[in-house]
């Protein structure tokens, strides 16, 4: 392979990069607001966070291959800058994307964070809710079905 093919694969690893960290912004903008919605069902946001961790995960393999062909390509770059200034230059530009999508996505990351504590805290204190209700109901029913309860004389009628 051609030198100037590993500084083009260079180029293409950060295009692809950014593209991902496009659709992982999109992932996060579905993500707020199945956790805005209170209709939204807990399979909903385990298939969005899925579908989040596959474009995570296709970043990482993505950052590890440009590390290894950068750290090929180093020293050739470095030596001759002047053939390669073109390529260097795009690249630095979507060095630049790359960082800007990737602070939009840790703050669109940290927003839903504080969502979802507030939608499970909602949840949670529904279910509290839920039980306590649940708890009333069951000790009015045990407290009028109770034998003293049924037998007690004031419930009787007194006149014959």
Known sequence: ?????????????????????????????????????PNSTPDDLEKNMNMKAELIDRIVMLDDGFQQLFNRVKAILDEDRATYADEIKLMQELIKKVTD??????????????????????????????????????????????????ADPAFLDKKK
């Open 1 to 37: 392979m051609d030198n100037r093919d590993y500084v083009i694969m260079l180029r293409e690893s950060l295009e692809k990069k950014a593209d991902i960290l496009r659709v992982l912004l999109i992932r996060n903008k579905e993500q707020e607001a199945i956790l805005k919605d």
């Open 101 to 150: 999508l990737t602070a939009d996505v840790e703050a669109t990351e940290y927003r839903n964070k504080e969502y979802a504590k507030t939608r499970f805290a909602n949840v949670k204190k529904e279910a509290r809710e839920i039980k306590r209700s649940g708890d009333v109901v069951s000790s009015y029913y045990k407290h009028m079905m109770s034998p003293q309860t049924t």
